[in-house]
């Protein structure tokens, strides 16, 4: 079975460029988690999706923005971008959010 | 704030050795934990889920869990040099908050 797969695996964009990253869960996997992890961090929460509703949101601006398709697969969307949102960006799925998640390979965005 | 607190580490064990990596957690409403690994340059990876508080044994891991002292802890046993990764200590919110809180990692080396 694929896992959680992400595209793509790198970018690099401009400050004030927007970008969108685009995640598909596991076979069956109905939540979909947004994570941002910088260098010597752990991941911090961004969004969590279930059954295309948002389940809740973390402490991001709202430059941030994410959505969740019929078919469950995700787009994390940031506009404006600046160099402090340079990162690994993490997605996870997860049956229904309440169990362990399973993390894709990430996104890593650099601004310049 | 929900805050998750670990040893970053590194910390540095002998082959074979028991490796013991500490986590508490500010929220109380928390009722499943789980540990992750992630090697350098890595996505993470589920290797633990605890619900209960005492002990509970996969392979050479146990993870315990004290939810009166908002405690849980991963003792790997006859550690080996592929252990060697960051380990992330990860509390999920209480019901209708589902998202995990991480912590910063501890980082293990296993000495050959």
């Known amino acids: 079975d694929a896992g959680v797969t992400q595209s793509p695996t790198h970018l690099i964009k401009t400050r004030g460029q927007h970008v969108t990253l685009r995640c598909s869960p596991i076979?069956?996997?109905?939540?979909v988690s947004w994570y941002q992890q910088v260098l010597g961090q752990g991941p911090q929460f961004i969004f969590q999706?279930?059954?295309?509703?948002?389940?809740g949101r973390g402490n991001f601006p709202d430059r941030f923005s994410a959505r969740q398709f019929p078919n469950y697969s995700s787009e994390l969307n940031v506009n404006a971008l600046l160099l402090g949102d340079s990162a690994l960006y993490l997605c996870?799925?997860?049956?229904?959010?309440?169990?362990?998640?399973?993390f894709g390979s990430g996104t890593r965005l650099t601004v310049v | 704030q929900k805050e998750v607190e670990q040893n970053s580490g590194p910390l540095s064990v002998p082959e074979g050795a028991i490796a013991s990596l500490n986590c508490t957690y500010s929220?109380?409403?928390?009722?499943?934990f789980f540990w992750y690994r992630q090697y350098s340059g890595k996505s993470p990876e589920l290797i633990m889920s605890?619900?209960?508080?005492g002990d509970k044994e996969d392979g050479r891991f146990t993870a315990q869990l004290n939810k009166a002292s908002q405690y849980v802890s991963l003792l790997i046993r006859d550690s080996q040099p592929s252990d060697s990764a960051t380990y992330l200590c990860?509390?999920?919110?209480?019901?209708?908050?589902?998202?995990?809180?991480f912590g910063t990692g501890t980082r293990l080396t296993v000495i050959p």
């Open positions: 990860a509390p999920r919110g209480e019901t209708g908050a589902n998202n995990l809180f």
């Open positions: 999706y279930y059954e295309k509703e948002e389940r």
């Open positions: 076979s069956g996997h109905k939540s």
């Open positions: 929220d109380r409403g928390s009722q499943s």
């Open positions: 605890i619900y209960s508080n």
């Open positions: 996870a799925s997860s049956w229904t959010g309440e169990d362990g998640y399973t």
